[in-house]
């Protein structure tokens, strides 16, 4: 029989998929500390984890020898060792693919509530300050026919490229290779890092974390940006130096942001972006539907049942080269 911790109950009902041979255990109650986390991967031949799990070297070894996957809920996986991982004979598993849309659909969210500066609007209605009008009353920016720039146009960021269409925006990008077959499609052209981030008015970061996009935004780059532009993060907090960030966004360097990633998760209470009016926030909730979260159950899963299994052509295993 096949013992998988669940690190959180997942929006996941049909465990008849995976018959008596396998066994759930599930918390149901709030996040595990570390030191829980340590004792009750002991033994399991599974782990299905979310982002707010640090599954490094640590918690690999206390699991012992009878591991053989981690299918983490989400489509990335930077809370997760890969490399020992693998050492280690044990598949990585994510959900790419499903989340995309319902991703970039809160990409234009928060663009759209950064520009039009609804949050702000909002809580001075909510606090009984409108009293009176004037011509530039919460004036905001215009979206349709900017220019916006993708950074990293992989599926996310090829899915808010397409959103943008309808507003007839002038589509730029920056990523690791080249797309012609997207240029084409999407009438959308190739910067360099230095040209997108000067010429665009918004700034849309889609990016995976690694060590070459670690502050991949900081204070000089934030410093090639318009007054006027915005940056939008829906990728990882640590894209973008927080600090470099504040002090563009304090001094009107750039003229707002719409964040739903921080360099720390929850964020600290006493980080200065809670206080500033040009910027909208959100929890990590890029894909917080409900439809896609159910779909990101049944996908987290079915990992690990085919790893289990056997029929990895089936699961979506991030770690491959090696192990199969």
Known sequence: MYKILMTRELPYKNFDLFGDDFKFFINKGKQLTRDQLLKKVQGMDGIISTLRNNIDTEVIKSAGSNLKVISNYAVGYDNIDVKEASKNQIFVTNTPGVLTETTADHAWALLMSASRRVVESHNYILDDKWKD????????????????????????????????????????????????????????????????????????????????????????????????????????????????????????????????????????????????????????????????????????????????????????????????
């Open 133 to 324: 009008w004037h011509p530039l009353f919460f004036a905001g920016h215009d979206i349709h026919g900017k220019t916006l720039g993708i950074i990293g146009l992989g599926r996310i960021g090829t899915a808010i490229a397409r959103k943008s269409l309808g507003f007839n925006m002038n589509l730029i990008y920056y990523s690791r290779t080249r797309k012609p077959v997207l240029e084409e499609e999407l009438n959308i052209k190739y910067r360099s890092l230095k040209e997108v981030l000067e010429q665009s008015d918004f700034v849309m970061l889609s990016v995976p974390l690694t060590p070459k996009t670690e502050h991949l935004i900081g204070k000089d780059e934030l410093g090639l940006m318009k007054d006027s532009a915005y940056i939008i993060n829906i990728s990882r907090g640590p894209v973008v130096d927080e600090k470099a960030l504040i002090t563009a966004l304090k001094n009107g360097e750039i003229a707002g942001a719409g964040l739903d990633v921080f360099k720390n998760e929850p964020i600290n209470p006493d980080n200065p972006l809670l206080k500033l009016s040009n910027v909208v926030l959100t929890p990590h909730i890029g894909s917080s539907t409900i439809e896609t979260r159910k779909l990101m159950a049944k996908v987290t899963l079915e990992n690990v049942y085919y790893v289990l299994k056997a029929d990895y052509e089936k699961a979506y295993i991030v770690n491959k080269k090696g192990l199969i």
